[in-house]
């Protein structure tokens, strides 16, 4: 990344890029280094992170109920950046640019500016939450659990976004792979039969599958918009450009073509986002950062597959890695504030050494 930094079109936004990297590998190393002294330290963590997520759906559902109009006041009160994501928020309020508020995409939802990042953000500690119910024994836990579980679906289901029930698909097949060895195969089969359906019902339901209707017409070349497999293949157009190092970290925004959204009779045209944590990552440090980067999450899920196996306890850290991992197929989160952080946090936790009595 340092070097495709140094020939980058803007270095700035290459070395910001290399800045937002920094503090995920720092928050990865903080908590490696950590020598946990017991399984209650790490679940007090967990609960912890959990109830962030509670916060974080409650603060969405609030912003749901009350409008457009009245989250655009609270965005513009002077106390927002302290609760919201300053640099991005002031950028936005300066020139108005809310195509959230234009195309009835509201936001901000919880604390995040994007709607995206704070649906895979909910998707990954909702994935702790039901970890954690199936190997929690207090009947106390478990109604809290429950409810926060709730809650972060209720608030999850209401973003409509198709990365967040990505990374919860991701998540719960994970939940599944690591809890396998430990259910009757009669018992697995149902499981799988009864979330099935579950999937089959949600999936019937008017606003997601008009949703899910709306995202296979665009791939198709509906509404004048780019799908995101047209970004993906021009993006990877530029990759031959520069296959070892890069375009520089940010840069591929710069290099999509600006795409055309219609809604309601009105066009405009707006930036292109890469639409992909992997397709970004291998244009922006080429060959050799992708590889590297894959190397250090494929270390990390494997890492944390094992602990999963050999300790029930820890099979939630294991699925919210596999949700964000999943999430950022089709957004470019890994480093995005919160999301860079959890995925930090989870991956050093991966690593910790740490006396499971």
């Known amino acids: 990344a340092l070097i495709a930094a140094l020939g980058a079109d803007s270095r700035y936004l290459a070395l910001r890029g290399i800045y937002d990297f920094a503090a995920l590998f ?16 790490l679940r007090c ?13 409650g603060i969405g559902i609030v912003q749901q109920i009350a409008g457009a109009e009245r989250v655009l006041a609270a965005l513009q009160n002077p106390l927002a950046p302290f609760f919201y994501q300053p640099n991005l928020l002031i950028e936005k309020l300066s020139d108005l640019s809310f195509n959230w508020l234009t195309f009835e995409r509201v936001s901000p939802f919880g604390t995040f500016i994007n709607g995206i990042d704070y649906a895979i953000l909910l998707a ?12 929690s024994r207090s009947r106390g836990e478990l109604a809290w659990l429950a409810a926060s579980s709730l809650l972060m679906a209720l608030a999850l289901a209401l973003t409509l976004k198709g990365s967040g029930f990505l990374a919860l ?42 949703r ?33 190092f890069g375009f520089g970290l ?43 980067l894959m190397f250090f999450l494929a270390r990390g899920l494997g890492c944390a597959f094992q602990n999963a196996r050999a300790d029930a306890r820890q099979i939630g850290i294991f699925a919210a890695l596999v949700a964000l991992l999943c999430g950022n197929l089709t957004v470019a989160a890994l480093t995005t504030d919160q999301n860079g952080m959890l995925l930090g946090l989870l991956t050093g936790l991966v690593f910790a050494k740490w006396n499971p009595a």
């Open 26 to 41: 720092a928050t990865a190393f903080l908590f490696s280094a950590l020598a946990i002294p017991s399984a209650k330290w």
């Open 45 to 57: 963590l967990l609960n912890v992170l959990i109830g962030a997520g509670m916060v974080q759906a």
């Open 124 to 135: 990954a500690i909702l994935c702790l939450a039901l970890a954690r119910m199936l190997t």
């Open 169 to 210: 698909a991701g998540g719960v097949a994970a939940i599944g792979v690591a809890l396998a060895p430990r259910i009757p195969a009669k018992a697995l089969a149902l499981g799988a039969l009864i979330t099935t359906m579950l999937i089959a019902l949600f999936a019937s339901i008017d606003p997601i599958a008009g």
């Open 212 to 244: 899910i209707t709306f995202l296979i017409q665009r791939e198709q070349g509906a509404f004048g918009s780019l799908g995101r497999l047209d970004i993906w293949a021009s993006l990877l157009d530029h990759f031959w450009q520069k296959p070892f």
């Open 250 to 292: 940010n840069h591929a925004v710069l290099l999509a073509e600006p795409a055309r959204t219609m809604s309601g009779g009105t066009m405009a045209f707006v930036t292109t986002a890469p639409e992909s944590a992997y397709v970004a990552g291998l244009v922006e440090t080429g060959a050799v950062g992708f590889i590297a």
